[in-house]
């Protein structure tokens, strides 16, 4: 029996629209391109973003294209959210940090009608647009003053375009399920693939991003997202922030500590988001400048797993709850957290922190299990491992434009991690299922070695490989950067692990290192690692 | 173009699933009519629930069939609430205080299949079932020790029903509109009418509910909701709770001071659910008792407007803060709220009681507008009064197996409420359209007037009513109940209420009294007031 409840639809835009009716005055801050600290509210954003619709439909743009965006955090990224979305286009966000073939081969596969681009990105994009036929014209994120002098053909500036409309413009309804948003992953290997994701999908995964299960955002919190807009829609932040009302501090170009600390500190961001080395970077930048009284009150960290060095440091050094956050981009992206609940914050510290280095439980509307190869469900008893699938509304059900269903078994997604979840439904992701070490039939995993490994007061960042090895197939090998200050000992190390490990997860080496290579999302390129390393014990007769 | 996100319907019975598996321990406390306070967990009822599913299973219920309960506020209540929709029945409320008629009519309405009832109501149900031919059977709400000789055919003890059954089940997927909950308007005239809410309308309620602009539950949040699960689903408190992973405190049938005051004090209850004359009676309980030292932290009032007199009288005694909340059983029943945020907080004292009292501000998901006779939107200046009409997936879009759309115009409720709405999005009930006086062709809202009068020392609790006067058409009229150890003095009032309102609004005549009737579920009774005083003004010569 169908219920007798109003049929309306869950539309990004009326986010927005809640925020410019009940927190007119709440800021949005920007550092811009153009140099200067920037500063808006949920009031102007909404009359801005119609401006913008009233825009894309003189420029002929028709429900379902896709709109690219080559952009770093701001306001005016925001309006692309909410005008793209809210005229019933889709937005789609390039990560400009992909190599430019693959940028070039998504602006095709996506069949991107404009590009919105900011000044960082004019240069890079020149090169690519004579590959880029379909598309109709670029809009530089700017204004009049500061348009640069370029090659791009159709080129607008993007104050000028939106600077004549109305702003007010009566947003169409349409299918909840209607297209919103495109997110390619940065894959390693293969060219990216799109997550195409929904209204309903995002106005559900905001709903519970502001629950206190993910982030626990209330109208007072100020969020400062250090993942970038065009990465898994910085996890959400630009829909969530509005649902919950609260200051929205956006970092635009401004990764590095100065400028970084510059906002945390002006702001009084208390809540950050993003992954691991992000806060390691801010950690060492605080550490060298003696700062320890921060307006941060926790960092919500995700896209790697949660070394329980840094949890410990921000507790220590800064009274930061380090909240760790599971999801991809596949995922909405964010699907498990362990917040910092008052049955949490009851624990004694040590095992805190032990909570606080697993991925956390999952919000309402995930649904989670683990699976062994035989495609049967295993216990949830903290010890059993097994592929981690996931299921809910704001879950990718397919690549787009891609037929392979492989990764969807059985309506789940079958998410690569390879993870146990215990009897209290926390889950930890032991590896990914492609940097798993196999040593003679076993499995090690490279992020529990790291883990421990982090808790060296001399290590500063770690990173675990699997490597070549004629007897037991691979071998793990440990990477180091040490702390400033702090002696390479490769004996202190190995002295330090003894006991806490399996004698047989033990690495065979400890290399120290000036760098480890990253992914544009802030992740350890492993295979990069691998392909540099994997003779490294035969060719250094390690191997007995 | 449809985007490509997983397809799985947003379900009540996840919502309990969420609690057991993330807050197993967290506790359900009841006070039960067989006489104790008992307690049990999310855990235990997720098991029981599916328990009940099975016993559902067995006796011959389809997804569909209406499941009627008459019931207080317990455990066995959530039960029902997860058990019956979960199975894919629709679970209907019955409000006992209803007539008998009324009783007996929308159980024949509802074509209910089986009735659920506790101990109280059996001996009423004893007279109407032999009128209740459809219905298969009755389950009596207790164990074997305390079930009762009653001539009720086909009778069954709940506790005997689901003992043998496994506590596993396989809730089944359907349809995220699909019926799950059916509630009668208790409506002062004409036959009750239908409210028939989809599990997606719920669970998009309880997110809504959880979040900061509604109840603002947290995990160790300790709710109590103390108005009925048989009106309105007790506000969607046992969906909100589990979702929020909360502790619920349910009072049984205990709504008097002692048992109300027993159940805050043990379990420490911080936040209250009901309606105004709930929360009066508990001052004056706690005023009685000189008790002024409470755990409550926020009392949640809806049903009726907010009295400026209770909202000083909360904030002074007990430094508790009184949260108005607007809704009706066609809305869900949670639309809008006026939350303790830290900018409300922040204001001076008497510009926050100002908030306290007007209706607050639309959750999201809810669109409000207000109305002129002539179907015009009236701005929202917070002057101009018309209609509140509503909009949102929550929100009642046909009364059930009723033709008539006339209270639905162009998609929207019109909700029989006047109001007005300023600028700041927040919005004022000033009375029931049929609950308005014309004096003189002019509107006198009574609820204005009853909120200045709350404010005297001398007044516990006040109403105001329309009386036929020959010359104005409608006067108003003031009727007192004064406080423990006040002279009724009716100049005192008259010189209180002297330049705070139009001279024209003012009372033609105070008249002390020791009681106001009211409906069941807390609301004065106006019509029954002005049936008795319609012709006072004439009969005592005050037309002049
Ligand atoms: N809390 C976490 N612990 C371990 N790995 C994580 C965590 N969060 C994200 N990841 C990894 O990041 C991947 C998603 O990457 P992306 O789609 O680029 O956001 C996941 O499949 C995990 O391998």
């Known amino acids: ?15 927005l629209r809640h925020a410019a009716t009940n927190y007119p005055q709440q800021q949005i801050i920007s550092r811009r391109q153009e140099g200067d600290i920037h500063s808006t509210t949920y009031a102007a954003t909404w009359k801005r973003s119609a401006q913008l619709a009233r825009a894309l439909q003189d420029l ?23 005008g793209v979305s809210g005229y019933g286009a889709v937005l789609h966000t ?30 890079m994009l020149e090169h690519i647009a004579p590959q880029l036929p379909h598309v109709k014209g670029y809009i530089v994120l700017t204004d009049r003053q500061h348009m640069p002098e370029t090659s791009l053909p159709d080129v607008h500036c993007y104050e000028d375009l939106i600077a004549g409309y109305s702003d007010t413009y009566a947003w169409p309804e349409f299918d909840e399920n209607q297209a919103a948003l495109l997110c390619y992953t940065s894959g390693t290997t293969g060219n990216p693939k799109g997550v195409l994701y929904s209204h309903r999908a995002m106005v559900l995964h905001a709903q519970a991003t502001v629950s206190e299960s993910l982030l626990g955002l209330r ?44 906002l945390i500190r002006e702001h009084k961001v208390d809540i950050g988001l993003g992954v691991p080395t992000v806060w390691l970077t801010l950690h060492n930048y605080l550490q060298n400048k003696g700062i320890t009284d921060v307006p941060l009150q926790r960092v919500c960290v995700g896209g790697a797993a949660s070394p329980m060095g840094l949890v410990r440091a921000y507790h220590e050094y800064y009274n930061v709850y380090w ?53 049967q469900p295993l216990p949830h008893d903290g ?3 097994g592929e981690l699938r996931v299921r809910g509304p704001w879950i990718c059900s397919q690549y787009f434009k891609h037929e392979d269903l492989s990764s969807f078994p059985d309506g789940w997604l079958a998410t690569g991690d390879i993870a146990v979840i215990n009897p209290q439904g926390y889950m930890r992701v032991v590896d990914r299922k492609k940097d798993v070490i196999k040593s003679g039939g076993e499995w090690i995993s490279s992020l529990e070695i790291e883990d421990l490994a982090s808790q060296h007061p001399m290590v500063n960042e770690s990173c675990v490989i699997g490597v070549k090895h004629p007897k037991w197939d691979e071998r793990p090998l440990l990477l180091i950067i040490t702390n400033p200050g702090y002696e390479a000992d490769k004996q202190s190390l190995y002295d330090f692990l ?31 690692l691998r392909d540099q390393y994997i003779n490294y014990l035969i060719e250094q007769g390690k191997t007995t």
């Open 94 to 123: 390039v990560n400009p940090r992909l190599f430019s073939e693959q940028i070039e081969y998504i602006i095709q596969h996506a069949d991107d009608s404009y590009v919105f681009v900011d000044l960082d990105f004019v240069g």
């Open 60 to 82: 002929g743009v028709r429900q379902g294209d896709c709109i690219a965006s080559l952009a770093w955090n701001t306001y005016r990224h925001v309006e692309l959210y909410y």
């Open 323 to 375: 909240q760790p956050i599971w999801g991809m981009t596949e995922t909405g992206p964010l699907a498990t957290s362990t917040p910092p609940t008052a049955d949490i914050m009851a624990l004694p510290l040590e095992q805190r922190f032990e909570l606080q280095t697993t991925a956390g439980r999952a919000a309402f509307g995930v649904e989670m299990d683990i699976f062994d190869a035989e495609n």
């Open 498 to 528: 003894k006991g806490k490990i399996a004698k047989w997860w033990t690495p065979d080496d400890i290399i120290f290192v000036d760098q480890l290579p990253h992914t544009g999302t802030g992740k350890l390129l492993k295979n990069k």
């Open 1 to 15: 029996m169908q219920a007798l409840m109003m049929d309306t639809p869950l539309r990004i835009i009326d986010l």
């Open 383 to 385: 010890e059993s491992s």
């Open 219 to 262: 109208s007072h919190s100020v969020l400062m997202p250090m993942v970038a807009m065009y990465h898994a829609g910085a996890w959400g932040a630009p829909y969530a922030a509005p649902l919950a009302g609260c200051k929205l501090v956006l970092p635009g170009s401004g990764m590095q500590g100065d400028a970084v600390w510059e």
